[in-house]
């Protein structure tokens, strides 16, 4: 999901930690676990390789569940809802309001006694996820009223935890690269680890399903959704990378999902304000898009989340891939053999609402094959809607239950009906330990991208360039990063041992700024510019060229996409740093002060700024000292 999609004050004394005594009333587990009377000792935990086996043999006994619930809860079932608050139970007001407006409830625990809805999405905007033990307290309120219904069962309670640039939990919580810097690093085990420890410190919160990885293979520089959330250009080196971070996430028992199927990386339009259309051929879809996908069915991938985007090699009708049965059914299910869960992107976004409204898209996207409806703008709407189909007969009640057994499995698999809940004791023991700091860190060092160093300007000596100002774009950080970008950079360097002084410029510098910056510039031994996307009639290469013509050393550090650098033609040094999350601009600092070397190559090509149809730099290309 993307960014906006899949896109308050605290009260702790009325939330209590998972696991304490005193906390607010648990049913038992004997009760929780009455409705599925002897379906946990026989649900143990598939492997990868067996994940969706044609034949399981749990599969009866979740049968015997899915035939004691109603035709409203295996509804229900099927969705992935928002909810505001940071409390399950006992939200601040303002959230309660937000509820009350949007989805009729006051709180996530209501949400789930109306609706009996399968899965939660967290959202930092809606102030979800505070702090990591708050985020325990509300995944077991989650699951504690879910499961105090009738024939109640566990939550799948997801986010969008991809790192880089889209991270929902923020620090404490260990915060990693995001894909193409992982990309530029080019290590399967580094990808591991990432799946691993962030996995490890999702279920410790509760978080059992995460939206990552991208498996999307960004071959279009001006793409404004993907971008760097992708590994790469390169298909056979994503799905490397896609397989590797499935396999460190689910090994802690978190669900991985790939998205966007049948694959975003060729868009040049936003499909959360648009209806993208893919142009690629059959032939070229198998070859390119395709791969990574292949990649992440082989390692057991857990969920798969379809695109709204129009691909009319694979289906000319002109319906988005969420709600194309050729798509979902005949080449996902059939052509690729997946039976694992399929989830739509967020329902809310503009690219699955252009052709029908509200009430038709959920119905549609359960007729391509899909099982899981994510963040409906309207639940009331989408939920009615789809009861409303199988009650009239557009719909079969069969048709939900191949869904909802599928989404069980999940659930089983995750071990969700033995053992739900977070504990305390679990938070502190894997949040943010200095283990998993220092590995994001050692990870982050390897990314870094040299891609210019005339006269061997880097990297910088302390004795020769003490003095140092840091300028440039500060886009808003990412969520749970300190931020601005200049003042990370400016710190980072000053812990180095320069003395650096931080100035915004932002990402549109005015002409008054660039003066600021160029008068800041001569009483400085070298300035660092942070760009960020950077286009031909961006004043951000005014701000350079006019530094540069100082005659002061001038290094600029990409801190999202390095295709800035064919916009910047007369800067002496240039860093990709593919992001402005803290641990990627620590390491870029530690590559300026030549701490540790550039290791980082390019996992997409950089495009010349005059012609597009040739590199500037070709995917592999990265400098060293």
């Known amino acids: 999901m993307h960014d906006s999609s899949t896109g308050s004050s605290a009260r702790p004394g009325n939330t209590a930690r998972p696991g304490n005594a005193g906390g607010a009333a648990r049913p038992s587990r004997r009760g929780v676990l009455a409705a599925t009377a002897g379906l946990t000792a026989a649900l143990a935990v598939q492997g990868a390789g067996t994940a969706h086996a044609a034949s399981r043999p749990d599969d009866r006994r979740l049968r015997a569940v899915l035939s004691r619930m109603t035709l409203e809860e295996k509804v229900g079932q099927l969705f992935v809802m928002r909810v505001y608050g940071h409390s399950a139970t006992d939200p601040d007001q303002a959230d309660i309001d937000a509820n009350l407006s949007e989805i009729g409830v006051r709180t996530a625990a209501e949400l789930i006694a109306k ?9 930092t905007w809606a102030h979800n996820t505070r702090d990591p033990h708050q985020i325990a307290d509300l995944s077991n309120g989650i699951q504690r009223a879910s499961l105090a219904q009738p024939r109640g069962l566990p939550v799948l309670v997801a986010t969008d935890q991809e790192h880089g640039i889209v991270c929902r939990i923020g620090a404490p919580a260990t915060l990693f690269p995001g894909a193409m810097a992982v990309g530029a690093g080019g290590s399967v085990s580094d990808a591991r680890a990432l799946g691993r420890i962030s996995g490890a410190e999702l279920r410790a919160m509760g978080v059992n399903q995460d939206y990552s990885p991208d498996a999307d293979v960004n071959v279009n520089p001006a793409n404004p959704v993907i971008g760097v959330r992708s590994f790469g250009a390169d298909p056979d080196a994503v799905a490397r990378l896609v397989a590797a971070e499935v396999s460190g996430y689910q090994g802690s028992r978190v669900a991985a999902t790939a998205k966007h199927f049948p694959g975003h990386g060729d868009t040049a339009v936003d499909s959360h304000y648009g209806f993208p259309v893919i142009t690629h051929s059959r032939e070229l879809w198998e070859r390119l898009d395709a791969v990574p996908f292949r990649a992440a069915i082989r390692a057991g991938i857990d969920s798969i989340m379809t695109a709204h985007i129009q691909f009319p090699a694979l289906d000319d009708s002109g319906d988005p891939a969420t709600l194309s049965h050729p798509i979902v059914t005949g080449i996902l299910r059939g052509e690729l053999g997946y039976d694992g ?6 329902l809310g976004m503009e690219g699955v609402r252009t052709k029908y409204g509200d009430d038709r898209v959920p119905v549609l996207a359960l007729k391509a094959g899909v099982d899981q409806l994510l963040n409906p703008p309207s639940l009331d709407v989408a939920w009615n809607a789809v009861l409303e189909a199988v009650r009239e007969g557009e719909l079969t009640e069969a048709r939900l239950d191949e869904s909802i057994l599928r989404i069980l499995r999940l659930k089983a698999k995750l071990g ?6 977070a504990t305390a004791a679990g938070v502190t023991r894997t949040v943010g330990t200095r283990a998993h700091l220092a590995e994001a860190d ?4 390897r ?23 840091v300028v440039g774009a500060d886009p808003a950080s990412p969520s749970g990063t300190t931020g601005p970008p200049t003042t990370v950079l400016a710190t980072a360097l ?3 041992g320069f003395t650096a002084t931080a100035l915004s410029t932002g990402t549109a510098p005015s002409a008054a700024g660039i003066e600021q910056a160029v008068a800041a510039a001569a009483d400085a031994d070298a300035v660092v510019v942070a760009t960020y996307n950077v286009t031909a009639g961006s004043s951000q290469r005014t701000l350079v060229d006019r530094l540069t ?3 002061r050393p001038v290094i600029a550090v990409a801190v999202r996409n390095p295709y800035d650098v064919a916009q910047l033609p007369t800067v002496p040094a240039f860093l990709a740093a593919y992001s402005w999350t803290d641990v990627e601009l620590r390491a870029a600092a530690r590559v300026i002060a030549g701490r540790v070397r550039p290791r980082g190559k390019l996992p997409v090509p950089v495009p010349l700024a005059d012609d597009p149809a040739t590199a500037l730099y070709p995917v592999g290309y990265g400098l060293s000292y």
Do not use: K, W
């Open 447 to 469: 990314t870094t991208t040299l891609l210019v160093n005339e006269g061997r300007l880097l990297p910088l000596s302390r004795r020769g360039h003490r003095r140092l100002l």
């Open 442 to 445: 050692r990870i982050a060092e």
């Open 115 to 123: 609706y009996r809805v399968g899965g939660i999405i967290y959202f």
């Open 341 to 346: 869960v399929v989830i739509t992107d967020s």
């Open 416 to 421: 969700l009906f033995d053992g739900p809940y």
């Open 494 to 496: 000053s812990e180095l």
């Open 549 to 551: 013509a100082t005659g």
